[in-house]
């Protein structure tokens, strides 16, 4: 709870020191997540829950209001992502990008887009038929 509350004190600082942009790089992912500062690691795991708790909510809402559109992934029915399996996700999609593009190229891309891309090729849906439930 403690430490809870002091994430929430402290993220606004963090945000507010940090360049103003609404997206971060897997350069800044990677040196937040690396840092020796306890809550910056913290807001960065929360940041990167966030996005997939939000990417979660995109797809659930697109399958609500367009129930015959292509869907992005197909999580299994009983399967509940947290922090942890977004976190791991996002890293082992950057591994997979740093093979096949350039350091310079890979520090400068989204990790929003990427976090999709893992969970695209993570849970991908079996057929057509299956990306329309």
Same mark, same amino acid.
């Given at each position: 709870?403690? @430490?809870?509350?002091?994430?929430?004190?402290?993220?606004?600082?963090?945000?507010? @020191?940090?360049? #103003?942009?609404?997206?971060?790089?897997?350069?800044? &992912?990677?040196?937040?997540?690396?840092?020796?500062?306890?809550?910056?690691?913290?807001?960065?795991?929360? &940041?990167?829950?966030?996005?997939?708790?939000?990417?979660?909510?995109?797809?659930?809402?697109?399958?609500?209001?367009?129930?015959?559109?292509?869907?992005?992934?197909?999580?299994?029915?009983?399967?509940?992502?947290?922090?942890?399996?977004?976190?791991?996700?996002?890293?082992?999609?950057?591994?997979?990008?740093? @093979?096949?593009?350039?350091?310079?190229? #890979?520090?400068?891309? &989204?990790?929003?887009?990427?976090?999709?891309?893992?969970?695209?090729?993570?849970?991908?849906?079996?057929?057509?038929?299956?990306?329309?439930?």
């Amino acid at each position: 709870m403690v @430490a809870t509350r002091l994430v929430l004190l402290v993220l606004p600082l963090v945000i507010l @020191a940090a360049p #103003l942009r609404s997206e971060m790089t897997v350069k800044d &992912y990677q040196k937040f997540k690396n840092s020796n500062d306890a809550v910056l690691v913290g807001a960065t795991r929360a &940041y990167v829950n966030g996005l997939g708790e939000g990417v979660e909510w995109a797809e659930t809402s697109a399958m609500v209001l367009n129930p015959d559109g292509v869907r992005l992934f197909c999580l299994p029915s009983k399967l509940s992502l947290n922090e942890d399996n977004f976190v791991d996700l996002l890293d082992q999609q950057i591994k997979r990008e740093a @093979a096949e593009t350039t350091q310079d190229k #890979l520090e400068k891309s &989204y990790i929003g887009i990427l976090l999709v891309k893992a969970l695209r090729e993570t849970f991908p849906c079996q057929d057509r038929s299956s990306q329309k439930k």
